[in-house]
């Protein structure tokens, strides 16, 4: 596996439901971010990671709820959703906090019923 | 907080035309991105510009830093059906936060062949 990659790619999941998000870089970066990307709309910044610690969390709802067990691995929670969180939801990676070249994953595209 | 106008929003070309597609803000930039994201896929950074005045070349594409440090451009020559996509670009202020990068809306191009 190379670059960034997210697992699943897609997701169907009920309000009551919880599930898990899942991305893995592969490029020795250490800084992994959350975007939510909506139609027409530009791009979300959810949370940043450096070095495994959260640095930001940009007033997210706490039904979100992210991990990053170590600098490759970072995890999006969800548990009751609301339907206008469906969305594509991506992971990002880059050096560090101060390289702004940020390289994404293709994203899970989460439908909420 | 700070916004990128990113314009046109959609363009419409022939194949083989040139497309240019251009980015402002009202705040100063000292980081310019440009990515690309095909259907279902995440964005793939293209080019990223840290100097104005900067010219920087990935092949069919150009792309150049504002001398104001407040826009950007993004040039494709002689376009090709696989140029389809949307682009984005996305910039970095000293004055944001970390590795904050701000998004534009982005130019969805499609190319008629």
């Known amino acids: 596996e190379t670059g960034v990659t997210q697992t699943p790619r897609h997701l169907v999941m009920g309000m009551t439901n919880k599930k898990s998000l899942k991305c893995e870089q592969h490029?020795?970066?250490?800084?992994m971010y959350w975007y939510k990307q909506s139609a027409k709309k530009p791009l979300e910044l959810m949370f940043v990671y450096s070095l495994e610690e959260r640095v930001e969390n940009n007033s997210v709802p706490s039904r979100f709820s992210p991990e990053c067990p170590n600098s490759s691995h970072l995890f999006l929670h969800l548990h009751t959703l609301q339907p206008e969180d469906s969305a594509l939801y991506l992971c990002a990676s880059s050096q560090g906090l101060q390289a702004y070249e940020q390289y994404f994953g293709p994203g899970t595209r989460l439908t909420v019923t | 907080g700070q916004q990128l106008n990113q314009s046109p929003q959609s363009m419409f070309i022939q194949e083989g035309e040139d497309v240019s597609m251009n980015c402002t803000s009202s705040?100063?930039?000292?980081?310019w991105l440009w990515y690309k994201q095909d259907p279902g896929e995440g964005p793939v950074l293209l080019i990223a510009l840290y100097k104005a005045g900067e010219l920087t070349s990935n092949g069919r594409l150009t792309a150049q830093f504002g001398i104001t440090r407040k826009d950007s451009f993004l040039n494709i020559s002689a376009s090709i059906p696989s140029d389809v996509g949307i682009y984005f670009c996305a910039g970095h202020s000293q004055k944001t936060s970390g590795s904050r990068l701000t998004f534009g809306e982005g130019t969805q191009l499609t190319v008629n062949p």
């Open positions: 705040s100063i930039f000292n980081t």
């Open positions: 490029l020795g970066h250490n800084a």
